[in-house]
């Protein structure tokens, strides 16, 4: 399979197929994948999905959970319900994608945009989807937390909301960040104390207290792409089933 750059597979019209532009260049195996399994087909899916933006890890023939994320954002992309079986629904799509829907028209040609009713975040490049990740918002459910920090126990209680809006990315850290709710990898701040940043845990429901969460793979990538002073637009709301 010959890959081409992310932007190369799409038009630039909003909600466009991307099959005029990129289709696929052979034929999809079009065998049922389940997680756990290896071999040329998961391969394969891995390659289009790099091709396409996603970031599924290392194309070694493995359907892990790296490679999970990134099915995930790519079916709620086109249009079909999260899953980890690989079916003729979604490799249909892999031979005839749809670019995301553009939340920002009017946008910076290099920006972020994050669609919290499909949960998923797309970092533009010279207007192009160079980046799409799935991610996990925040819960919308308030909490009342207990935890040590700046050397005594506090109480800290929130909505657990990410607002929706236009915002810039602020100040960042590499690694590791300790906030008073938890761990955060490579955060990239962009309103107040909001930030999108790694997680060990990106579920497909929102489960923040108010940040983006991203797989750890995409938030050790990100940084390079997603200067600071960059726009990011937040819009939609989850609609849990």
Known sequence: MTQAPPAAAWTAQEGTSAAGAQAAPDAAPRKTLRLGAKGEAVTWMQERLIELGYRPGKADGRYGGTTLAAVWAFQKVNGIKPTSTIAARTWDALEAPKAPKVLAPNGKPTRAEINLTKQIMVMYVDGRPELISHVSSGSAVPYCETAMWQGKEQR????ATTPTGNYRTTWRTSGWHRSYLGELYNPIFFNGGIALHGALSVPLYPASHGCVR????????LPGMLGKGVPVHVRGAFKRT
């Open 214 to 221: 991203l797989p750890m793979n995409v938030a050790e990538v």
């Open 156 to 159: 800290f209680c929130g909505s």
